[in-house]
């Protein structure tokens, strides 16, 4: 298993290009099982979950080609999908194999997608997804460990998502372009992944309003077509390497980011007493605090602060000066980081859902663990500023989600090797 060994103490300088969004790579991956012509997609990240799902779809017999090594663009065509089926062994890996549930049962009439379980943030339950594609019509049970949605033609209806969630929001979008007549989604998640996903699908031919705000209308067709679209950048690939420039007191260019959707961050940043300037063309400079000072943060829905940036946020409060007090409101299993980090010196105090923060300790390099993917991170900007050799285990965690973030830290100054077996 892939270790990260990292020696801390090295300041950040130089630039960093930013790549495409998993987050919004996955759904938009999946809704080219909306129709038989090929979709293509360009800037997809090099990421373990983007393979997954490459696999997930040629599972069920889409045709997934790329014309690249390392691939940055993917063409799928769903022409002839013989298993609407997403197996155990793909979705307990990946979770956003559940995005396939709604764009199969509206192009086949039929889906059978693997519960999955609960993760190490959380029990993430499904039951919103399922809701909103009942109240669309499909019929669906849950039987041996698979959800089975059937439906003899969806219908469009309003519905109002009880609690945001992102890939419910997603998922049941995909489900309503297929239905018959208007669907009205209220209260749909309004992170930037969303509008992006509603922008392929328009031009794939589905009529959609108002996506990236809390109502989306659609007016439903009766077939898609193929279409090319870009992926929006990773808000927070480039959250994390701000952070990680942030923490080093370094000076970084992130070039390729929507500086748009950062805008929690930065301003988080700026109190902290960061220096950030952002560039229309899309690249955002950094220059790192001579003190840093700390912050509160509570983890919110989009434009909130990302809950997916509350662990590296948490290693940088542990350089800051003062008490940050970070709340994290969205999952309820998210502080696993913590724990490692007060293993390396950081004073950390949990209660709940709450983590005070006191600072600025030194870190000293320890053996920790990953336990998920943003964790993963936090570790590693927590390793950057720690004193002699930090030792990373389970970095098969950041391979979901970062495209070679050790290159890239490694090529604006950090020590960080990735090596097969256990330390000495
Ligand atoms: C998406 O997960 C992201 N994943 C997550 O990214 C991100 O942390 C999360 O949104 C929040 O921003 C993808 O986009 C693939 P939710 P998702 O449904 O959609 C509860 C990363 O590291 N809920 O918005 O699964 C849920 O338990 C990750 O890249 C229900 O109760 O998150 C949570 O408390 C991890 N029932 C809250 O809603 C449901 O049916 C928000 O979850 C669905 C969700």
Not at 148 to 166: D, M, N, Q, S
Not at 285 to 297: C, E, F, I, M, P
Not at 331 to 344: G, Q, T
Not at 382 to 404: C, F, K, M, P
Request: aromatic share 4%.
């Amino acid at each position: 298993m892939d270790k990260f060994k990292i020696e801390g103490g090295r300041r950040l300088e130089g630039t960093v290009k930013i790549s495409g969004a998993k987050n919004a790579a996955l759904p938009a991956m999946a809704a080219s099982l909306l129709t038989r012509e090929p979709v293509h997609l360009q800037n997809i990240p090099h990421v373990r979950d983007i393979i997954t799902m490459a696999k997930l779809l040629a599972h069920m017999r889409c045709h997934v080609e790329s014309p690249d090594i390392p691939p940055s663009e993917f063409t799928m065509q769903a022409e002839n999908v013989s298993h609407a089926e997403a197996p155990y062994d793909l979705v307990r890996t990946m979770r956003a194999s559940i995005l396939t549930l709604g764009p199969l049962v509206a192009r086949f009439g039929h889906a059978r997608v693997s519960l999955p379980g609960g993760c190490a943030i959380g029990a993430r339950p499904i039951d919103l997804h399922v809701q909103a594609l009942e109240a669309l019509g499909a019929s669906i049970s849950v039987d041996h460990g698979y959800v089975e949605a059937r439906a003899e033609g969806l219908r469009g209806r309003t519905f109002r998502f009880p609690k945001i969630t992102v890939t419910g929001t997603e998922n049941v979008l995909m489900a309503a372009v297929l239905a018959e007549g208007e669907t009205i989604l209220e209260n749909c998640a309004l992170e930037p992944e969303i509008a992006d996903l509603a922008e392929l699908l328009v031009k794939m031919g589905a009529k959609i309003e108002g996506a990236g705000g809390p109502t989306i209308r659609v007016q439903g067709v009766s077939e898609l077509h193929g279409a090319t679209h870009r992926i929006i950048p990773d808000r927070i690939e480039a959250g994390t390497f701000l952070l990680a420039g942030a923490i080093t007191g370094g000076e970084l260019a992130l070039t390729a980011c929507q500086p748009a959707h950062l805008g929690a961050l930065v301003s988080t940043l700026r109190q902290c007493g960061v220096e950030i300037t952002c560039e229309p063309s899309g690249t955002v400079h950094l220059r790192g605090a001579k003190r840093l000072t700390s912050a509160d943060v509570t983890t919110a829905e989009y434009p909130g602060f990302p809950t997916d940036m509350q662990a590296q946020f948490m290693a940088l409060a542990t350089q800051a000066q003062g008490v940050s007090r970070i709340r994290e409101t969205i999952f309820e299993n998210r502080y696993l980081h913590a724990v490692e980090m007060m293993r390396m010196g950081a004073c950390i105090a949990l209660a709940g859902n709450l983590a005070v923060v006191t600072g600025p300790t030194p870190l000293s390099g320890a053996p920790v663990t990953a336990s998920d993917l943003r964790a993963s991170a936090g570790l590693v900007l927590a390793a950057l500023v720690a004193s002699n050799t930090t030792w990373i285990d389970r970095v098969y965690h950041i391979d979901r989600g970062y495209e070679q973030i050790e290159r890239k830290l490694r090529a604006v100054g950090a020590r960080i090797e990735r090596v097969t077996g256990r330390p000495e």
